[in-house]
C-alpha cells in the first residue's frame, strides 16, 4: 500500500471545466458538494483506502524560526494570496494507478449547476525513504 497526499487548491491550479467560484454558488449547490466529499471519503474507509482528510479555513499565515530566543516570524494572513488550497485527502492504495482513479472520480464533485467541477487536483505521493544523494 503506498499513501498518497490529494490537495483540492481553491485558487492557484489550471481552471476547472467548471469554474464557477464557490461563493456564487447556492447553499443547495454547496450542499450537494460536501454530500458528494462525505459520501466519497466514507466508501473509501469502508474499503480501507481512506486516512483522513479535511477542509481548510482561507486564512494563514508564514511562519519561520527567527533565532535562538525570539519569537518566530510570521507573515500574513493572506486570505487574498494566488494559491489557496481549499481541503486534502489522504489515500492508502495499492499503487499510483489507482490513485489516479480515485483523484479523477474526486473531480467530478458537482459544482455550479449540480454539473461536474472536473477540478485539477494535486495528487503527491508520501515520501516512503529517503532520497539518494549522488555526485
Known sequence: MAKYLL???YRGAPAA??????AQ???EEIS???QYMNDFAARLEKAGEFVDGQALAPEGAWVRYDGEGRPPVTDGPFAE?????AGWMIIDVDNYERAV???GELSAAPGAGG???H???ELRPFLTEPPTITE
Not at 471545466?17 to 464557490?22: E, K, T
Open 7 to 9: 490537495l483540492k487548491h
Open 17 to 22: 471545466v467548471n469554474d464557477v467560484p464557490m
Open 25 to 27: 454558488w447556492s447553499p
Open 32 to 34: 450537494a458538494h460536501v
Open 81 to 85: 494570496t494566488k494559491d489557496l488550497i
Open 101 to 103: 482513479e480515485l483523484a
Open 115 to 117: 454539473k461536474p467541477i
Open 119 to 121: 477540478e485539477w487536483l
